[in-house]
């Protein structure tokens, strides 16, 4: 199952229990508002249940994922805009594999392994560099 990975540390999550929005500003300039239902979760096998990646799969989208989900690349990096504190903390494995990641930030994480409590709605920015060149043939 995606998610998971046995040679890094675990991260503690905390799901949400009531619904919220998660609102992804994406490359092209536009935003897609996807509400999140935490009795769907998960959505998906790809990325921890509850995940930033796994809501975005679920809303159609496209958000990179070289290694599925699993902690073991950058190409899932977001940058949490808002609702930063409503998510779960990161572990030193996902901090190692974001140092890899092009233009990060303070607010910077991986959609994998981002799982927001569902305290308050959150706004995700899909870098524009988050893309896997080697899928898109360059």
């Not at 392994?113 to 060149?133: M, Y």
């Amino acid at each position: 199952m995606g998610g998971t990975n046995p040679y890094i540390e675990k991260a503690e999550v905390e799901l949400p229990t009531k619904s919220y929005t998660m609102t992804f500003l994406l490359p092209d300039g536009t935003k897609q508002e996807v509400p999140v239902q935490p009795e769907k979760i998960p959505y998906g096998p790809t990325g921890l249940p509850g995940s930033v990646l796994d809501i975005a799969l679920e809303a159609g989208i496209d958000l990179e994922h070289a290694c599925g989900g699993v902690c073991a690349c950058s190409t899932c990096h977001v940058i949490i805009k808002e609702g930063f504190n409503s998510c779960n903390e990161g572990t030193d494995d996902e901090f190692d594999q974001l140092d890899e990641a092009p233009g990060i930030t303070l607010q910077s994480r991986l959609g994998c392994q981002c799982v927001p409590n569902g305290t308050t709605d959150v706004v995700i920015e899909v870098p524009a560099v988050n893309k896997n060149l080697v899928k898109e043939g360059h």
